[in-house]
T-cell receptor, first 116, second 113 residues
Framework: NAGVTQTPKFQVLKTGQSMTLQCAQD?????MSWYRQDPGMGLRLIHY???????DQGEVPNGYNVSRSTTEDFPLRLLSAAPSQTSVYFC???????????????FGPGTRLTVL | SQQGEEDPQALSIQEGENATMNCSYK?????LQWYRQNSGRGLVHLIL?????REKHSGRLRVTLDTSKKSSSLLITASRAADTASYFC?????????????FGGGTRLMVKP
């Protein structure tokens, strides 16, 4: 298994540009999520999905869109990039998540995004 | 907002010594997890402890949970240079209907050979 893969590894955008960060997992996990990691801030949840066709907002969703058309893929779209979105983005997946029971999350290697 | 807060923010020890990191959180939780992140890499799950557990072991790792104090500790015994990484606690809030896992800011551990 490849686990969780993310592309690209690095990206530089100009303010106002849009782009899609790709995330895929081959573990048949139901739950997938996107985080951003800023220096000294830990990880903050952007969006998540509990299954194909179902998405919901996390802690910092503004400026980002997601969709989940298949179990394997969970792309993150930046609609109009801003310098405040300069960060490292991590995609993660887990077998499932419920209110009372959950499993470990598997993380991708990250995408380092710089917005000029 | 960050649910978990790690302490200390940075820790430097010699190889062979034990390393202890602490995590405090604010609300009731279902479980608490610890992750490791090597520089430039994604996070790797280390251990999960449920709210009804008080202690858990995995190899050289020992995790404790005190729900009355809303705190957890991660102990790494007989540390190695390869343990150099950032360590994060993550909490799954007990009253959270949104399936969110909330991470703390992390402890940067350096183990000197």
């Amino acid at each position: 298994n490849a686990g969780v893969t993310q592309t690209p590894k690095f990206q530089v955008l100009k303010t106002g540009q849009s782009m899609t960060l790709q995330c895929a997992q081959d573990m048949n996990h139901e739950y997938m999520s996107w985080y951003r990691q800023d220096p000294g801030m830990g990880l903050r949840l952007i969006h998540y999905s509990v299954g194909a066709g179902i998405t919901d907002q996390g802690e910092v969703p503004n400026g980002y869109n997601v969709s989940r058309s298949t179990t394997e893929d969970f792309p993150l779209r930046l609609l109009s990039a801003a310098p405040s979105q300069t960060s490292v983005y991590f995609c993660a997946s887990s077998y499932t998540r419920t209110r009372f029971f959950n499993y470990e999350q598997f993380f991708g290697p990250g995408t380092r995004l710089t917005v000029l | 907002s960050q649910q978990g807060e790690e302490d200390p923010q940075a820790l430097s020890i010699q190889e062979g010594e034990n390393a202890t990191m602490n995590c405090s959180y604010k609300t009731s939780i279902n479980n608490l997890q610890w992750y490791r992140q090597n520089s430039g890499r994604g996070l790797v799950h280390l251990i999960l402890i449920r709210s009804n557990e008080r202690e858990k072991h995995s190899g050289r790792l020992r995790v404790t949970l005190d729900t009355s104090k809303k705190s957890s500790s991660l102990l790494i015994t007989a540390s190695r240079a390869a343990d150099t990484a950032s360590y994060f606690c993550a909490t799954d809030e007990g009253n959270n209907a949104g399936n969110m896992l909330t991470f703390g800011g992390g402890t940067r551990l350096m183990v000197k050979p």
